[in-house]
T-cell receptor, first 116, second 114 residues
Framework: AQTVTQSQPEMSVQEAETVTLSCTYDTSESDYYLFWYKQPPSRQMILVIR??????QNATENRFSVNFQKAAKSFSLKISDSQLGDAAMYFC?????????????FGTGTRLTIIP | DSGVTQTPKHLITATGQRVTLRCSPR?????VYWYQQSLDQGLQFLIQ???????AKGNILERFSAQQFPDLHSELNLSSLELGDSALYFCASSVGDRGLYEQYFGPGTRLTVT
């Protein structure tokens, strides 16, 4: 079974600075999908960024980018120019590409605080 | 707004009772997933339905059951409720085809068992 580990329960960053959230995972599959979800105080789960394992190029979405290291099974999220609205819980998630195994496996989350 | 709706938003009930949570997926999405978010267990997958049929099962208790109806909405039934069932229950939907598709999450139902 796949597992996802987020070793930083809490992180903080000054507004306009850059922060990196860590995520590692364990799997025996060679192809898979990885996601970062954001959960603000409203509790809504919002997709931030996604990555396909067979693509070596790191995904980027505006101020959000990932550092995907397949051999190390690492998938970190970098937030540039941090804004107050980025304050939230961030969850790393894994999904298998296999039929019937499409569930998301989540890490325990990192609470990000933005310091004005 | 993800396009996924869940009712009710909040539910308070007593131990031993039974409740039904409802989810309407995004238009065109065939897959519905149920997740439970609790303080001690984190975010856990419960069950998935695809076009009316059960496709995958996770850590779902025998006291819990779900179904997906012909109009694709889904219901999660929780019975013989215990204090530990208090949690935020999310429904998510997706196209369900293979590929890098997104699971869109509803706003959740907050269940409190007293």
């Amino acid at each position: 079974a796949q597992t996802v580990t987020q070793s930083q329960p809490e992180m903080s960053v000054q507004e306009a600075e850059t922060v990196t959230l860590s995520c590692t995972y364990d799997t025996s599959e060679s192809d898979y999908y990885l996601f970062w979800y954001k959960q603000p105080p409203s509790r809504q789960m919002i997709l931030v960024i996604r990555q396909e394992a067979y693509k070596q190029q790191n995904a980027t979405e505006n101020r959000f980018s990932v550092n995907f290291q397949k051999a190390a099974k690492s998938f970190s999220l970098k937030i540039s120019d941090s804004q107050l609205g980025d304050a939230a819980m961030y969850f790393c998630a894994y999904r298998s590409p296999n039929f019937g195994n499409e569930k998301l496996t989540f890490g325990t989350g990192t609470r990000l605080t933005i310091i004005p | 707004d993800s396009g996924v709706t869940q009712t009710p938003k909040h539910l308070i009930t007593a131990t031993g009772q039974r409740v039904t949570l409802r989810c309407s997926p995004r238009s065109g999405d065939l897959s519905v997933y149920w997740y439970q978010q609790s303080l001690d267990q984190g975010l856990q997958f419960l069950i998935q339905y695809y076009n009316g049929e059960e496709r995958a099962k996770g850590n779902i208790l025998e006291r819990f059951s779900a179904q997906q109806f012909p109009d694709l909405h889904s219901e999660l039934n929780l019975s013989s409720l215990e204090l530990g069932d208090s949690a935020l229950y999310f429904c998510a939907s997706s196209v369900g085809d293979r590929g890098l598709y997104e699971q869109y999450f509803g706003p959740g139902t907050r269940l409190t068992v007293t």
